[in-house]
């Protein structure tokens, strides 16, 4: 009886051991294979770090990163004129001299947050530096122009630690990372339908998506694609949100 015990248990030990590799330990960018240092970060950050939001409820939230920039503006007329809801992480240094843009995603009701001040990999700086060279002095820059609500971070390339999403967390500054990414600025994925495609094979309730409000090349399929997926999703029942109304 032990005997059989035993090898039940090695047996299970295998599976489980076998699963998880193919989850967590394969490098890929989608849900269910998101990476699993973010699947732990949220876990471990008591909200204040998040991949994804509720697994049974239809929204998702499409994000963007790298702007403002002219593309901003293409993008927000796309959301507005499906009544969708972005969120607009932005560049500290980009924030100067695009003024207008700034104004239009709020007056639209997107979410503006901070990706930085000059999009360093941040994962070596310690706690302090990161607050002050870049989450702290974007946010001094986006209250130049008026806008002194930012509680949302995205760290350029998603290189966080957890003791910094920790140390943020006391600055109540929340993490936002992502649970598909559309690889828009890889000229191998971003152009003929390819992003749409790997949106609708991927989309699911509560989603985060990663895309760029910056010209990385094919930006034109870019903003077809983007308007496929809200005609897609709207007729799967999501709803697009930004990453503050995300449940
Ligand atoms: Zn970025």
Known sequence: MKIVRFWMFFLCFLVIKSNAKNVFEI??????????????HQKNSNGFAIAYGNLSK???????????????????????KYHAKGTFFWVGH??????????????????????????????????????????????????????????????????????????????NIKTVLWSITTNDWDPKE????LMFQKLKKNMHSGAIVLFHDFDYGNLDSKLKDLEKILIYGIRKGYKFVTVANLN
Do not use: C, M
């Open 27 to 40: 490098k890929k960018d989608s849900f269910p294979f998101i990476e699993k240092v973010f699947l732990e």
């Open 94 to 171: 980009r924030i100067k001299n695009n003024e207008k843009i700034i104004q239009f995603a709020r007056k639209n009701g997107h979410l503006i947050a901070n990706h930085s001040w000059n999009h360093e990999n941040g994962f070596s700086f310690s706690n302090e530096f990161l607050w002050e060279s870049q989450v702290e002095k974007t946010l001094n820059e986006f209250s130049k122009y008026g806008i002194t609500d930012v509680q949302y971070f995205r760290p350029p390339f998603g290189a966080i630690t957890q003791n910094q999403i920790d140390f943020l967390a006391t600055k």
């Open 190 to 193: 971003n152009s003929d339908d």
């Open 58 to 80: 239809k929204e998702i939230a499409l994000t963007f990163d790298d702007g403002p920039t002219e593309v901003s503006k293409e993008i927000i007329k796309i959301l507005n």
